[in-house]
């Protein structure tokens, strides 16, 4: 498959690096668990109901959705951190669960939110890249692969950093050693939740800008989770936008954009923050609960189209409010699970 989109580099037949499928991720909760104690069942929480997509060698998918849709728990499947109930996550066409999870755990890599709390702050820079290095022990130089991962995240000369601690460090030259971190064991997948919503508005472009050269120069894959899809635009060659723990629309980033067909993803577009980095709750009515998860279109208690009257207008109505309806490509790789878009798009 190759793109004709020339910035974007022309992306392998080969089965992608990672693929999601249906997976599912309930959680019992603390409802859940006072039932239990009490005899009782209560509704788990479907966290991640039901999610598929792949990321292809080289490319860089934006994950999006409010707080509260998955996106961290989804994340943590991947990283073969929890267990999903049902479905799979493969590496190159391997199930995690059957393939040798050691080497998945070096080639697939997670930044996370927070540089500050993943960086241990009784440890130097130099110790703090090392470390993958040494739990996996990587063979050669260690000092050279340390200071060249360094240099490779920006901080550069490198030897400058290895006796700095964490807390002599910018919040932005935290996320680079943990970026250097992961660099040091030459990953294939970078799994980013929510890498720049920590940091400072004035220095989110920078990490950004290296985390796209990541791809460019050594055709790394990145997986960058957002709630931004301001960040989205920036950087990723698709988007998929989740809510209530399924995917409701993927694509291109330019037709998901510019060209939305899904209600959800157009009140996330109406809230771009200038600056990037608001957390604000979109849309009016009750936020998504994924112990609660409405009947038909999850999104319909929500859906603008429903609300408006346009939807009975359209006889689609019944179907918003009951009947539970998959994702479906409307138009060339743009998917959308919406019965308005069917009649809009109705092209497949
Ligand atoms: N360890 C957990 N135990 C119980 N519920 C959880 C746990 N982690 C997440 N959840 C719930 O799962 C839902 C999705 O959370 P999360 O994946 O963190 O969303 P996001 O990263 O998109 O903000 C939320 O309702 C959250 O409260
Ligand atoms: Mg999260």
């Known amino acids: 498959m190759t793109t004709a989109h020339p910035d974007v580099p022309a992306v392998a037949v080969d089965a992608p690096v990672l693929e999601v499928r249906d997976v599912h991720v309930n959680f019992a909760g603390r409802q859940g668990l ?19 997509f792949s990321l292809a060698k080289g490319e860089i998918v934006a994950l999006a959705g409010e707080s509260g849709c998955g996106k961290t728990t989804l994340a943590r499947a991947i990283m073969g951190i929890i267990k999903p109930e049902k479905g799979d996550v493969l590496h190159e066409g391997t199930s995690i669960r059957t393939g040798n999870i050691r080497d998945y755990r070096r080639r697939v890599q997670m930044v996370f939110q927070d540089p500050t709390a993943a960086l241990n702050p009784r440890k130097t ?24 991962s360094l240099s490779r995240a920006g901080l550069r000369p490198p ?30 997948v970078i799994v980013a939740d929510e890498p720049v919503s920590s940091l400072d508005a004035s220095v989110r ?58 209600p959800y993803t157009k009140a996330l577009l109406d809230v771009v923050p200038e ?3 608001t957390d604000r709750p979109i849309l009016q009515g009750e936020p998504p609960d994924p112990t609660r998860i409405p009947d038909g279109c999850r999104f319909h208690l929500r859906c603008p189209v429903v ?12 179907r918003c409010r009951g009947e539970d309806l998959a994702l479906r490509e409307l138009g060339e790789g743009h998917l959308a699970a919406c019965y308005e ?3 809009q798009y109705p092209q497949s």
Do not use: C
């Open 159 to 188: 030897e400058r950093f290895y006796l700095q601690y964490p807390h002599e460090l910018s919040g932005g030259q935290r996320q680079r050693v943990v970026i250097a971190g992961a660099l040091a064991l030459d990953p294939e």
């Open 341 to 343: 878009a069917d009649l």
């Open 307 to 318: 609300a408006s009257g346009r939807a009975a207008e359209l006889g689609i109505e019944d």
């Open 34 to 52: 006072i039932a239990s104690i009490m005899g009782k069942t209560a509704p788990s929480a479907r966290a991640v109901d039901g999610v598929d």
């Open 275 to 277: 600056a990037g980095g």
């Open 205 to 262: 472009g920078e990490i950004l800008k290296l985390l796209m050269d990541l791809r460019a120069d050594l055709q790394i894959s990145i997986l960058v989770i957002t709630h931004d899809l301001g960040l989205a635009w920036t950087i990723a060659d698709r988007v998929v936008v989740m809510y209530l723990g399924r995917v409701v629309e993927s694509g291109p980033t330019e037709d998901v954009l510019l060209r939305p067909m899904h």
């Open 125 to 148: 820079v130099y110790e703090l890249v090392a470390e993958g290095l040494r739990v996996h022990k990587v063979p050669g130089n260690e000092e050279e692969q340390v200071a060249s």
